[in-house]
Each structure stands twice: as C-alpha cells, then as structure tokens.
C-alpha cells in the first residue's frame, strides 16, 4: 500500500521469464553439480546410468546434471538453453518433455547400452529437446511450431551423428533414446496441440 493509502499494483513476471525460468535453474543446478564435483576426493559422476546394474537406475535422474568436466559441461550448456527455451516459450510444455525424455531415454539405455559403463551428461536431454521441437512441428502443424523445427534442424541437424555407434567416450545410446523419446513425447502431447501457441 501507498502512502496515500492506496494499493499499489504488484509487478508481474515477464511470461517470457516465467516460461523459461526453469531451463535457467536446471542449468544452474547442473554447474553447481560439476564445481562441487570438481573438488577434491569427490566423484559424483559414479552415480550416472550404469546399465543393467539396478544401484545404477539412480543415474535415470541424475545423470542430466553430471558431466566429465567443464569442457562437456559448456558443450551441453548453450544448446541445452537454446533448445529448452524454446520448448518452454513456444510449447509450454518444458517439464512434461523433461520428465519424460529423462525417464524414457534414461531406461532405454540402461536396458540396452553396455555393462560396466556409465553414462552422463545433458546431451540425451538435449537431443530430446531438438527431436521433439521438429517432431512437434510435424505433429501439430502451426506456422510457428514449423518455423521452429525448420530452425532446429538448421542450427542442429548436425548431431545427428551423435546416434551413431563407435564414437569414443560418447554415449551414443544417451542420444540415440533420447531423441527418440523426443519424438515420442511430441506424439503423446499431440492432442494438447491446439492449446498451445505455438
């Protein structure tokens, strides 16, 4: 209240930071993540996606915010903002593709990549995010949603490589199901489409 004794309007949040504010703090809990783990006598990443070992189901959840070192952090970082932004702005569907690209991509690999290995980073999400946003586009048909798998593939078509096997160091399977757990996402929201703006 004023000191005329009137109310003053609450300032509301601008939709666009509201909308994307949660890519903002998955980021930020993802660096939080490797500078803690980046401490002496620490190793978070053992608690990644280790297949066919049920102590390693944990890793379905954690393993998006581990990663080996800044340098694969920082590779993960900017597409995963950029990708997530979008699916937040335009979808409005930023933490029903999360989830379910996390789940869905986290146990296929566990159930189909190597024993003995351990898988982590952001990168499944991020494939997830680009397959659905093209996916979307293909599902729903709008103007908008078009343009931004036009776009997605343009900036991203490239790491379609990323699926294929026999790339050392590069859990091929983390992106081969997470983009395809994109893809299945974008068929499971389908219906939702004409409520979205985009």
């Known amino acids: 209240m004023s000191s005329s004794g009137q109310l003053t309007p609450r300032r509301s ?3 666009a930071l509201a909308a994307t504010l949660p890519v903002f703090v998955l980021v930020l809990l993802m660096w939080a993540e490797e500078i803690v783990d980046s401490l002496p006598g620490v190793d978070l990443d053992q608690y990644g996606i280790r297949p066919h070992d049920a102590e390693g189901l944990v890793g379905i ?4 915010f581990l ?3 800044f340098g694969h952090l920082i590779a993960n970082t900017g ?3 950029v990708l997530g932004c979008l699916i937040a702005m335009t979808t409005g569907r930023f933490w029903p593709v999360t989830i379910g690209v996390a789940l869905v991509g986290g146990f296929a690999t566990w159930l189909a990549a190597s024993p003995n290995s ?4 952001a990168s ?3 494939y997830g995010y680009a397959a659905f946003l093209v996916a979307w586009g293909v599902f729903s048909r709008r103007a908008l949603a078009v343009v ?3 776009i997605v593939v343009l900036m991203y078509g490239g790491i379609v490589v990323g699926v294929l096997p026999g790339q050392p160091g590069i859990s091929w399977q983390g992106h081969l199901f997470g983009a395809l757990a994109g893809v299945l996402m974008a068929w499971l929201l389908r219906g939702s489409a004409a409520k979205s703006p985009a």
Do not use: D, K, S, Y
């Open 13 to 15: 949040v601008p939709p």
């Open 67 to 69: 990663h080996g070192g």
């Open 61 to 64: 959840v954690t393993a998006p």
């Open 124 to 126: 499944g999400l991020v």
């Open 79 to 81: 597409a995963f903002l």
């Open 148 to 150: 931004v798998a036009v």
């Open 118 to 121: 351990v898988h982590i980073g």
